[in-house]
């Protein structure tokens, strides 16, 4: 019995990881010059700091992808998504603040205050925001699992890849990656959705 039920654990584990990276190959890019124009790109949000206080690569690394994708004409607004859900904590602020630095217009930046995870920013994106199709901004990874959701919510949905982070930080990353693939076929079965919808609101 021990031995099944680390086998269906492993299951739950690596098959959904594989079906999510299979499903999703074909809409994922790392050029700017081969990847489709979209209205608006889905900046998919972390905390700028980690806890011991340095810069977090993955939050600076997404930032300079969508302002790569931004200069080139790829994407005409950035849909800023992140967790703001508790007082002094603020990611789609700090995200356009440091957008602005960069040179994007603040007219171009539309903030989610409730991406709390990336089931709520991309399901917020159609649902609030009223996008069927975007760009979703992100590190591979990350791109693929955010995809596959926008797919299974009929969106059309590209990615493009933000430059990874090595070494353990990385690596832990992809462990909790793993989990969150799993979690999220789950959410998928039983329609779980975003935790705050509210009024629509239009990117122009």
């Known amino acids: 019995m021990a031995i099944i039920g680390l086998i269906t ?5 690596f098959i959904p990881d594989w079906w999510v990276s299979r499903a999703t190959e074909a809409r994922i890019y790392d050029s700017v010059e081969e990847i489709p124009e979209n209205r608006v790109g889905l900046l998919l ?4 700091y980690m806890a011991d206080g340095q810069l977090n690569l993955f939050y600076l690394y997404r930032n300079e992808a969508a302002i790569e994708l931004y200069e080139a004409g790829k994407i005409e607004f950035i849909l800023a998504s992140g967790d703001n859900g508790r007082e002094g904590y603020d990611e789609p602020s700090t ?18 205050y409730a991406g709390f995870r990336t089931l709520d920013s991309v399901v917020r994106a159609k649902e609030i925001f009223g996008q069927e199709s975007l760009t979703i901004i992100s590190q591979p990874f990350h791109n693929e699992r955010a995809i596959y959701i926008a797919q299974k919510n009929g969106m059309e949905a590209v990615g493009y890849n933000a430059q990874d982070v090595g070494g353990n930080e990385g690596t832990r990353v992809l462990i909790r990656e793993n989990l969150a693939r799993t979690k999220m076929f789950f959410d998928l079965i039983f329609g779980a959705e975003p935790k705050y919808l509210g009024e629509k609101i239009e990117i122009e």
């Open 9 to 13: 654990l492993l299951g739950l584990i």
């Open 45 to 48: 949000g972390s905390s700028k």
């Open 95 to 112: 995200i356009k603040d440091d957008l602005m630095a960069a040179g994007i217009p603040s007219e171009k930046i539309y903030l989610d």
